[in-house]
């Protein structure tokens, strides 16, 4: 999956989460954390680091149930690690 189209479903999710439709958000973004997760196997140590506290901050505001805060994540800071790796 090419990065634009991993930053277009990150939106995509967000947009769900914001909407309150939470289950069906959550489901893509498994699907999204698991198309990042394929792609940041090919990357510097310094990407999978920021990669993974990304997914762990993002994950504890699933587990806390703020799909605001969730979203933000998602249509802001995932876009910006992808965007500054395809940069770098």
């Known amino acids: 999956m090419t990065?634009?189209?991993l930053v277009a479903e990150a939106q995509q999710c967000s947009v769900l989460f914001r909407l309150g439709r939470d289950v069906?958000?959550?489901l893509l973004m498994v699907r999204i954390c698991s198309d990042v997760q394929s792609a940041m196997g090919?990357?510097?140590v310094e990407v999978?680091?920021?990669?993974?506290?990304?997914l762990t901050d993002m994950l504890a505001r699933q587990e806390a149930?703020?799909?605001l805060a969730l979203a933000d994540y998602l249509d802001h800071e995932l876009p910006q690690l992808l965007e500054a790796d395809v940069a770098g």
Not at 48 to 53: D, H, I, M
């Open 3 to 5: 990065e634009s189209s």
């Open 24 to 26: 069906e958000a959550a």
């Open 48 to 54: 999978q680091s920021r990669w993974t506290a990304l």
């Open 65 to 67: 149930l703020d799909w």
């Open 42 to 44: 090919r990357e510097n």
